[in-house]
């Protein structure tokens, strides 16, 4: 099976079968959309939570919000429906430890707009690992819309099926 591995501030999309991964998820959010009833999965690695807050510099795959409506373009045309995708986040870790300024809360503001800007396009979230302090890494199998993350978090791996 063949393998698409999505970079930081990137995405990609497959239908029918295929496996769909990204490495290193710390404070980034990786967000897998899938439509069951066609097979088409993506997946999104955002760096950064809003384009507008940032200028809309540059690449617009590596911010949450502006990121999601290109994953979900490309999903429709391979023959998606948005109000049949159903949504898996991951990441949103809190790599600076104890620091707590709001600069260095890019994974938790990360996961909040991944949320809201999911909710307001209508996809529902079936599933979810945030938070912490460990990197992940996802596996997403565009056959069955399962993903398998693996996090590395005080020197324990931990591997759950979604």
């Given at each position: 099976m063949r393998e698409?591995?999505?970079g930081i501030g990137d995405y990609a999309v497959a239908k029918n079968n295929g496996i769909i991964s990204t490495y290193g998820l710390g404070s980034c959010v990786g967000i897998t959309l899938y439509d069951r009833t066609k097979?088409?999965?993506g997946l999104l690695h955002a760096l950064l939570p809003e384009a507008e807050h940032y200028?809309?510099?540059g690449n617009l795959a590596k911010y949450v919000d502006?990121?999601?409506?290109?994953?979900v373009r490309d999903m429709v045309k391979l023959g998606a429906l948005q109000r049949r995708l159903e949504a898996k986040i991951f990441g949103g870790?809190?790599?600076f430890g104890h620091?707590?300024?709001e600069?260095?809360?890019?994974?938790?503001r990360n996961v909040e707009v991944a949320r809201r800007e999911l909710r307001k396009m209508g996809i529902r979230i079936v599933a979810e690992d945030t938070g912490g302090r460990g990197g992940r890494t996802i596996y997403f199998d565009?056959?069955?819309?399962?993903?398998?993350?693996?996090m590395v978090s005080n020197g324990r791996v931990i591997e759950k099926l979604y």
């Open positions: 698409i591995k999505v097979k088409v999965g200028g809309r510099r502006t990121g999601l409506q290109l994953l870790a809190q790599m620091i707590k300024t600069q260095l809360m890019i994974g938790k565009v056959s069955t819309g399962k993903v398998r993350m693996r």
